[in-house]
Structures are given as C-alpha cells and as structure tokens.
C-alpha cells in the first residue's frame, strides 16, 4: 500500500442557482489509494457521479472509504466542509456516523455472549433489574432488542423522567419490526454492567484497537468537536424541508449512547469495512467467531423499513441483491447522515457520510462504488450510474391534477405538465416537489408549514383514483370523492390540538392538528386512541403496530399546555 494524494477541480457547469451550499466549485480530494491504482477507471466515473448527485441532493460535503478483503483501498472527499469560505472536507475530520453505530454495540454483545457472559435469550431485566416495564407478554430479551422486535417504543429515553413510569410493550416480543433507538441505548448499559465499561469505551477497547481505528472517537464530546466537519441542519427545522431549502451550521452535541455514539474518520471506517468484508476477522485476529458472524448477518426479521426485500441481523440490515449477500446501515444525526453497505460474498464494502441532515441518506454512492469494483473483479462493463431523482419530477404527476373543494368552499386546483406539478393559487403556478418522508411540498410561503397529502379512494390499492388532499388540518376532495363528510369526535380532542416544542435538537417542533375527526401529528401521522386507557394518550400510526404513543395533559383555559411523545417531554407553544 501506499499514500497517495491528488486534487481534481471540476469545473460548475449548469451547477443549480438555487443551491446554496456547493458553491462555484466542486473539488474531488483523493487522500488514500493502493499503489497498484486497479480501480482507477471505475473511481473516475464514481467521481463524476458524485459530483452531479451533490449537486442534485445540495449536499455541502462528502466523506468516503472504499474497502475489500485486502485492505483500504480508497478514501476520498468531496465538496466542502465550510462552503461560504470554500474550506474543503479534509479526510482527517471526524463525521458523526449515527445508527451505524448500533452495529458496533450488536459486535461487542456478540463478543459477551462468545465469553459466557450474555445469554441472548435470557430476559433483559435478569441483567439490568432496574429496567422498569410493563408487559404481559413473554420476556424481552438481548436478541429482541439487536433485532428491533422488543415490542417497545423506541423513540424516547431509558430513563423516564416520571419515577412511577415503566415502558410498556405494546405487543409480544419477537412479532413485529419496529426501528428503536432506545433500546439500543439499553444494550449500551448492558455492555457498561457486563464488560465493566461504558459501552463507548467497550467500543473502543474491542473493536477500535483491535482493527487500529486510531483516528476515530467512540462518544461523540465537545472535546471532538475541533475534529469534527463543520456541519448543518435546516434553517427552519419545524416544517418540510425542500432539498435546496437553506441550511445553517448545527450545534454541538454530547452523545454517548450506543445507539449512534461513534464519530469516525472515512479511512477508519475503511478498517471497519475491510473486517467486516473478512466475516468478522481483524488484521490481529478474529473479533467475531464464525458462528457470530453468521448471527450477526443472519436475516432474523423482515424489516421493510430497509427496503422490500430486506431483513434485519444484529444491530445490521440484511438484504440479497444482484444475487449478493449485503449487510448495510445508514445513519442519520442532527447535523450528519451516512451509509455503510458491504458484499460480504464479493467481500467489498463501501462508507459514504455527508456533513448534513436534510433528510435523505448517501445511499446511492455507496451502492454504486460496491458496483464498481464488483464489476471489475468480474471482468464486467463498468456499470451505468444510478438515476438521479429531482425533486420536482413527480412520477404520474397527472392522476394528482384536478380541484380539490373544502366543505367551507375553499378549493385547490392543480395542474401536471409532464412530470411536473403545480399549485394554482393566488393566480401564481406553484411548483410541487417532493421531500423525503410521506407527502409533497408546494413551493409557497402560505404553504410551507405542512406537507400535502393525496389520498386514493382504497388507501390500500395504489392504483385507485386521488379523491381527496390534506394539508395540516385543511381538507379537501374532488368529484370522484364518495365517502363520508361528517365525523364525530371527542370534544376533548380540539384541547390537544397545537404547536408543541422541545429545543432539543433530537425533539425540535410537532403540530397536532385535527382532520377527518382524527387527530394527525404534523398532518402526516395519524393517532389512534389507547382503548384500555384514560383519555389523552395516543399511538402514533404511521405504521400499523408501532408502540410509538403520545401523552396529553396539563389542561389550561382550554388547552393541552404539554404532551409527551414515547416520555420525551414537549410544550405548547403559546399563540400557535
């Protein structure tokens, strides 16, 4: 091996006026390449990708590793980590790598369960008595929670800011994928009372040195923060983010959870991508059995969430494409979103980071340098690169076109041309575009505050006719609409509605409005009422069985002054 250094400017042709943060330039930074150059062809036109979809995505930077069995063979960056002064990403800058994390803590619990110390199957709480729960279901073990099938809501704190509180499982352990940060953290604990180490320092003790990952932290501090990329989240965090939409330098944050505590740099990452394409073998010897490994990329769940066909391992996505076995996870922070997909039967992997959230992760790279190199090793064309999804294009833009009547009389037209959609209002055509997460944004400041919501008339037939468009609490169908127009509801439920606030970055803003008689968070998710519990408290149904629940009270002149989101504690905001 050998370091290699070379800087390549691209000159930002037809780059998008509306994109604030790639400036006039877009530079390729290659830190860290095998001497033999045998990927160099197909490097190049990963280069050129890369630059057209950091342009179409407004990402500000890019880190990325390129691994295989042999070792590193690519770090590379992209773009800036400081636009306005065109400072680029250096590979040396640590980038916050988020839920990919959950893989690393999933290692070391394997590792626990190698020495006798961790029984998988054995119920959480014979480990960590002090865990408070409600069930009635079987035991929620170590394999529930890597696997994310516990049953509990994943979107709130281990410990519960009510002393009397327990978390309470929603339905039977094993049953149903549902993505939980929390118990995540939980294992983090596990690990600190079985290993004897908070668990970014079992991290760092069982897996950073065994694979000489020197340069990277295992808890994401102040203290790592003048390594850390500049980086940025929204402008205006409490509404739909449109992709060119503006950004702005994020905060620091102390995270030491084991749900996403690791800050890493790209050529680290490549250590950890190289083990990994080795089935859990280290340059110092295996950190992983064969057996283990083969329960960590084991499929042990569906998991949609992840993509149609794929499964969930331990603490690790698990999907079969292009006839390849593939372990994958993204990560998504504050101010950071990532990706780490690996061939484990080709043995090549691939890590991209962007320095920002807007809410998409850097899939498509990644994707595409495991393309790359397996077609090089195959002997095979180089292959195309992936489309690129402009937020306007809007596929079958035609069957949303039409007028839209509220019961008041109020109406929305719109109109298609080709894969564009527009917004007729107050004589402008607005543009439609969507955003990553359910519903489109139209490109107006009267409209920016929620999402629009087309609705078919079987909300489970893709095909059927678009009869009716929600935004936030406003309701609106056209003639093909034949259902119901009146709906009861409780009384009670008008107090909950409103503007509730954390200024946690993790929390930030929800709204709750009322639409259809049924209460929605930010328009979007529906709530369902408890039925063995007194009024107020809610699951969130964006998906079916989600354990996620939604807590109102503290009643004044009429209104809910607080609600409380999986015990995460939000406050009304006064006048919204």
């Not at 390849?324 to 993204?330: F, G, S």
Request: charged share 20%; aromatic share 10%; proline share 7%.
């Amino acid at each position: 091996m050998s370091l290699r250094t070379s800087r390549r400017e691209f000159l930002n042709r037809g780059a998008r006026a509306a994109s604030a943060m790639v400036g006039s330039r877009f530079l390729v930074t290659e830190t860290y390449a095998q001497a033999d150059r045998a990927y160099q062809a197909g490097f190049d036109r990963l280069d050129r990708y890369i630059e057209q979809y950091m342009r179409d995505m407004n990402t500000p930077g890019m880190t990325m590793a390129i691994a295989d069995r042999d070792g590193v063979q690519r770090v590379a960056t992209y773009g800036f980590s400081d636009p306005d002064l065109k400072v680029p990403v250096k590979a040396e800058e640590l980038f916050q790598i988020g839920s990919i994390s959950k893989s690393f803590a999933a290692i070391c619990a394997l590792q626990l369960s190698e020495e006798g110390k961790l029984d998988l199957h054995r119920p959480i709480t014979d480990y960590l008595p002090w865990f408070r729960i409600e069930s009635s279901y079987a035991p929620i073990t170590t394999h529930h929670m890597l696997t994310h099938t516990s049953g509990l809501p994943g979107a709130g704190p281990v410990f519960l800011s009510d002393p009397a509180a327990r978390h309470r499982a929603a339905c039977p352990p094993g049953q149903y994928f549902h993505y939980n940060n929390m118990c995540f953290d939980l294992l983090g604990h596990l690990l600190w009372t079985l290993d004897g180490r908070p668990a970014p320092e079992a991290i760092r003790a069982r897996i950073f040195e065994p694979l000489g990952m020197a340069t990277s932290a295992p808890a994401i501090s102040f203290d790592v923060r003048a390594r850390t990329a500049k980086n940025y989240s929204a402008f205006l965090p409490d509404r739909p983010y449109g992709r060119y939409d503006r950004l702005c330098e994020a905060p620091a944050i102390v995270l030491t959870a084991a749900s996403g505590c690791v800050a890493a740099t790209a050529h680290d990452m490549g250590l950890y991508l190289q083990m990994l394409a080795n089935h859990g073998r280290g340059p110092k010897g295996r950190l992983l059995s064969e057996e283990s490994f083969a329960l960590f990329s084991k499929a042990h769940i569906k998991a949609e969430e992840f993509g149609p066909t794929a499964g969930y391992g331990y603490g690790i996505a698990v999907d079969t494409l292009g006839g390849h076995q593939i372990v994958r996870h993204t990560g998504g922070m504050v101010s950071f979103a990532s990706a780490l997909h690996v061939d484990i039967d080709q043995g090549v992997g691939a890590f991209a980071s962007i320095n920002a959230m807007q809410g998409y992760r850097p899939n498509p790279p990644a994707q595409y340098a495991i393309q790359i190199i397996r077609a090089h090793r195959e002997g095979q064309p180089l292959p195309s690169a992936p489309p690129l999804h402009p937020p306007a294009s809007i596929e079958n833009a035609g069957e949303y076109a039409g007028t839209y009547q509220s019961r008041d009389g109020a109406r929305l037209e719109f109109v298609a041309e080709g894969t564009r959609l527009f917004l007729i209002y107050k004589a402008e055509r607005v543009p439609v575009e969507t955003v990553n997460g359910p519903g489109w944004l139209a490109r107006h400041p009267d409209f920016e505050r929620f999402a629009l919501v087309f609705g078919r008339s079987d909300a489970k037939d893709p095909k059927s006719a678009i009869v009716e468009v929600g935004w936030g609490p406003d309701w609106y169908v056209n003639f093909r609409y034949s259902g119901p127009r009146e709906f009861d509801y409780p009384k009670e439920w008008e107090s909950y509605v409103g503007h509730y606030r954390n200024e946690s970055p993790w929390l930030g803003s929800t709204r709750i409005v009322l639409r259809k008689g049924v209460l929605m968070m930010d328009g979007v998710v529906p709530l369902a009422p408890l039925a063995d519990a007194d009024g107020g408290i809610f699951y969130l149904r964006d998906e079916e069985h989600s354990p996620e629940w939604i807590r109102f009270g503290a009643i004044v002149n009429g209104k809910s002054m607080h609600a409380k989101v999986s015990g995460e504690d939000l406050w009304r905001v006064a006048g919204e």
